[in-house]
């Protein structure tokens, strides 16, 4: 007897498209995926077709509140840490850090705390019913700035922007979505898919543009975009989770501060305490990529393990010439 196939994992499906995707599609450029067979481009930036569909549905019914904050950001920058520590700090009056027992985070992954609006939210529905979200509402997404929905961008809501340096992202990336591939599907080789990030061909890429829309627009708008980087989070930790919560308007007491309410934040969501809490060891997400899929070394500079010298500069050379006169730089 044969063995049946198991299904497929959410992420690969392509097919099951609204009928507004569909008509959209056959319009837009179109490049091999790393993951999914196809990626499109949308609004200048890379999707593949599922991932489309929840753009499109988010664009059109999303409506942010006053209250709202929207983590932003690359893939592969530290979304999942930067979505632990956001839910810690938010919610730190209701999940007290002292006696962590029972923290939410030790129970369940970031993502599921706080859900993307174009890749779980907006996508398992047209239009989700969102009320059972209490106030501030938490949400994550990587859209770019452009293609953010419109009331976000007029509403008073928070965005909290991350990203990382391009080469570390695209290591990163390159090992997670290897991971993601099918094992009949082989994995991609390092030259095949650095090619394509250099072409700003990748998830949500081109990288660059992603980075200097939000990038500008925190200069524009500090009050509303609030940028932060991977390794300034990675090297001075505190002073950037106070900075945080003095941008969304929820400061340390001095009394928190005494019961060492920063650290115990930090430490609840550290690479060594996530990836070794039991769900995001064993546990899929609905999506289904595996949890532990999300940490892998957590570290400052891995891609000197990998790219070659050539690699180094080439990507060097890209980043400079599209951030210049920016002042952005990594
Ligand atoms: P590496 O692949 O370089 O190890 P994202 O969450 O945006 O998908 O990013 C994943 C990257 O963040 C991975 O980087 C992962 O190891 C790292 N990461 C996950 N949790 C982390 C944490 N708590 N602290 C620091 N880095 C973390």
Redesign the pocket.
């Known amino acids: 007897m044969q063995k049946s196939q198991p299904p497929k994992p959410n992420y690969l499906k392509e097919d099951e498209l609204t009928q507004e995707c569909m008509n959209l599609i056959p319009s837009l450029p179109k490049e091999k995926g790393w993951v999914a067979t196809t990626l499109y481009k949308y609004q200048g930036f890379w999707h593949p077709a599922k991932q489309l569909q929840g753009v499109l549905s988010c664009q059109k019914h999303f409506q942010a509140q006053d209250t709202d904050i929207l983590l932003v ?1 690359t ?7 930067l ?2 520590i956001l839910f810690a700090l938010v919610n730190r009056k209701i999940y007290p850090l002292t006696g962590q027992d029972h923290h939410p985070l030790l129970s369940n992954n970031p993502h599921m705390l706080v859900p993307f609006l174009e890749l779980k939210l907006y996508i398992e529905d047209e239009n989700p019913n969102l009320s059972s979200f209490t106030n501030p509402r938490l949400f994550s997404t990587h859209l770019p700035y452009k293609s953010l929905p419109n009331s976000i961008k007029s509403s008073q809501g928070k965005l909290v922007y991350l990203c990382r340096n391009p080469k ?1 992202t695209f ?2 990336l390159w ?2 979505t290897n991971k993601l591939r099918l094992e009949e599907m082989g994995t991609n080789s390092l030259e095949e898919v650095f090619e394509k990030f250099c072409r700003g061909v990748s998830l949500y890429g081109p990288f660059w543009d992603h980075v200097l829309g939000y990038w500008e627009e925190s200069l524009k708008n500090p009050e509303k975009v609030f940028f932060l980087k ?1 390794e300034e989070m ?1 090297e001075q930790p505190e002073l950037h989770l106070k900075k945080l919560a003095d941008f969304l308007g929820c400061s340390f007491s001095f009394k928190e501060k005494k019961q060492n309410m920063i650290e115990g934040i930090l430490r609840i ?3 060594d ?3 070794n809490v039991e769900v995001n060891k064993e546990g899929k997400l609905p999506s289904g990529e595996d949890c532990n899929a ?6 400052v500079g ?1 891609w000197k393990n990998y790219l070659s010298a050539e690699m180094e500069v080439c990507l060097d050379k890209i980043c400079e010439e599209k951030l210049y006169g920016s002042g952005l730089k990594f």
């Not at 893939?75 to 840490?81: A, C, E, I, V, Y």
């Not at 999300?294 to 570290?299: A, E, H, L, S």
């Open positions: 950001t893939p592969k920058s530290g979304t999942t840490w979505k632990a570390d290591i990163s090992a997670f991977y990675k969501c550290s690479f305490n996530l990836s999300f940490f892998r070394t957590g570290k891995d």
